[in-house]
């Protein structure tokens, strides 16, 4: 993916950032919310970041995932019905869209909201993706990394669970090749 060649040029950074993004996205790897909630944040974290390359990636997955079209509109649509969604749900997206310009530190309604339907875990998760969320969708905008094509974006968003054992392999083998001793910038 375009979003892994940036990655390249400083590939210790890569190695480090990715496997923390997919476990926070992707089912499988320990996550305490449910999937519908994290991709509803993820789609809405993109929208307000005015983010193409993560939203296009985002879409791609939530439809994998099976998020209904009415759910994937309230997250993503312009018009703001959140009607068809449920309460735990729309908590969930006004977070994610205070999480985007760094406000929700000053949103104490929209926090004790949060808390009414999330366990302290849950509301850490879903801080966690947000802010993962805005950061990489800032390192994409900046670096105007243009999205795939269609199809190939489908194809790399598939499949939506990720195997605890994936991911601890993928650590180690990164372990495993770790440098002792970095080049020293001048």
């Given at each position: 993916?375009?979003?892994?060649?940036?990655?390249?040029?400083?590939?210790?950074?890569?190695?480090?950032?990715?496997?923390?993004?997919?476990?926070?996205?992707?089912?499988?790897?320990?996550?305490?919310?449910?999937?519908?909630?994290?991709?509803?944040?993820?789609?809405?974290?993109?929208?307000?970041?005015?983010?193409?390359?993560?939203?296009?990636?985002?879409?791609?997955?939530?439809?994998?995932?099976?998020?209904?079209?009415?759910?994937?509109?309230?997250?993503?649509?312009?018009?703001?019905?959140?009607?068809?969604?449920?309460?735990?749900?729309?908590?969930?997206?006004?977070?994610?869209?205070?999480?985007?310009?760094?406000?929700?530190?000053?949103?104490d309604d929209l926090y004790?909201?949060?808390?009414?339907?999330?366990?302290?875990?849950?509301?850490?998760?879903?801080?966690?993706?947000?802010?993962?969320?805005?950061?990489?969708?800032?390192?994409?905008?900046?670096?105007?990394?243009?999205?795939?094509?269609?199809?190939?974006?489908?194809?790399?968003?598939?499949?939506?669970?990720?195997?605890?054992?994936?991911?601890?392999?993928?650590?180690?083998?990164?372990?495993?090749?770790?440098?002792?001793r970095f080049p020293m910038?001048?």
């Amino acid at each position: 993916p375009n979003a892994m060649r940036i990655w390249a040029h400083v590939p210790h950074v890569g190695k480090l950032l990715v496997p923390f993004r997919i476990v926070l996205e992707r089912s499988g790897a320990g996550n305490v919310l449910p999937p519908e909630i994290r991709l509803l944040a993820r789609l809405r974290t993109a929208r307000e970041n005015n983010a193409v390359y993560s939203l296009a990636h985002a879409r791609a997955l939530a439809r994998e995932s099976g998020l209904n079209e009415a759910a994937l509109a309230a997250a993503v649509g312009d018009d703001g019905d959140e009607s068809a969604l449920a309460p735990h749900e729309r908590s969930a997206l006004a977070w994610a869209t205070a999480m985007a310009p760094n406000a929700a530190r000053r949103r104490d309604d929209l926090y004790s909201e949060l808390r009414r339907h999330f366990d302290d875990a849950q509301v850490v998760e879903l801080t966690a993706l947000c802010a993962m969320a805005n950061m990489t969708d800032r390192i994409h905008n900046a670096l105007r990394v243009p999205p795939e094509p269609e199809a190939e974006i489908a194809a790399l968003n598939r499949p939506a669970a990720i195997s605890a054992a994936r991911v601890k392999a993928y650590l180690e083998q990164v372990l495993a090749n770790w440098p002792d001793r970095f080049p020293m910038p001048r």
